[in-house]
């Protein structure tokens, strides 16, 4: 029997008046097992059987894409800079 199955079987125990620790000690789960489906259940959610995804939705520390930018104009301004002041050209290949 596949999960999904399992856990609205034992919600629909639950309903018709079966004691929680029947239910979930005849399927081999837990206590905490049970309670979390039947509070998903409660919840009215027309898909709380399902698993949710455990990934975050955003990543709120990362960088956003232009001080991304920026750092790299920085990066490639200093680098020519430094190049100057050594007497080597920017373009090694350009001999202008």
Partial sequence: MDEETLRKMAVEQYLKGKTPVSIYSE????????????RRYRSEDPEWYKDKPKAP???????????????????????????QSLHFPKNPLNKS
């Fill in 27 to 38: 399927i081999g789960r837990t206590r905490p097992w049970f309670f979390k489906w039947l």
């Fill in 57 to 83: 939705h955003g990543h709120p520390r990362e960088t956003s894409p232009e001080m991304k930018k920026l750092v790299t104009n920085i990066r490639v301004t200093a680098r020519g800079s430094i190049l």
